[in-house]
């Protein structure tokens, strides 16, 4: 589900799990384990095989799945965007498409995003369910303007991610991995045991309020996940899109 590839000492992991790259148990669980797979590679760039970064959480395995599912999928999902985050290395962000949701959490996750095409913003709350703290943390560390993303869940296009500072640069698509190739290059060059501290240093904040919040607010969080209530509105969701 995760394609790794080397490019000169940088990595590239292609997330690469059906025609949107939807989020499940599956790709998160093996995300973190891509990441230690890569760990001497001299930066890591992350993108997306075919038209899509990632469409987010795939939302019918949260249904079918039921609560026991939604139990499991929540670590996992903070895990995996937490060892994105907090990887050492030089890590780029390439989104190649729509980047909705959980995919948005990953993009903005990397110490550089890139983006050619499609639409990305925090789509939760229109499908009623709300942030883990992992990714609502790791949001509000990227982006000033996460409280707007988070309560209106709209999605914008590359010149408007880029205007509030949501990805770092607009490229057109046939030069969207040579560019983030170039830029994971570029952040390479620092010394790496000096990079992996300074980035240590930006995030502490970050870092420091999901370690205080975690326990005290993830509870909440998954039980709303895994509640009837949540499962019957994704359904009407779902329904709403054209999806059963």
């Not at 790496?192 to 904040?205: D, G, T």
Request: hydrophobic share 50%.
């Amino acid at each position: 589900m995760i394609e790794v590839t080397d490019h000169d000492g940088v990595a590239i992991l292609s997330l690469s799990h059906g025609p949107v790259n939807a989020l499940d148990l599956e790709i998160l669980t093996e995300l973190p384990n891509a990441l230690a797979q890569v760990a001497d590679a001299r930066a890591v760039v992350l993108t997306g095989a075919g038209r899509c970064f990632s469409a987010g959480v795939d939302l019918k395995r949260i249904i079918d799945g039921g609560a026991g599912y939604a139990r499991d999928f929540i670590p996992a999902l903070s895990t995996a965007a937490f060892a994105w985050f907090t990887h050492p290395k030089p890590t780029v962000a390439a989104v190649n498409g729509h980047a909705l949701a959980g995919g948005c959490v990953l993009a903005a996750a990397a110490d550089v995003a890139l983006m050619s095409g499609g639409t990305i913003g925090l789509t939760e709350l229109a499908a009623g369910v709300p942030f883990p703290t992992v990714p609502l943390e790791i949001m509000r560390h990227a982006c000033a303007a996460v409280s707007s993303l988070v309560l209106t869940a709209k999605t914008i296009g590359p010149a408007e991610a880029v205007a509030i500072g949501l990805v770092d640069r607009a490229v057109i698509p046939e030069e969207l991995m040579a560019a983030a190739l170039a830029q994971a290059e570029k952040l390479a060059t620092v010394r790496s045991e000096v990079y992996a501290l300074s980035k240590k240093q930006v995030q502490q904040p970050a870092v420091h309020r999901i370690e205080s919040l975690r326990a005290l607010d993830d509870p909440a969080v998954t039980d709303i996940w895994a509640s009837e209530s949540t499962r019957d509105f994704l359904v009407e969701f779902m329904a709403s899109l054209g999806r059963k």
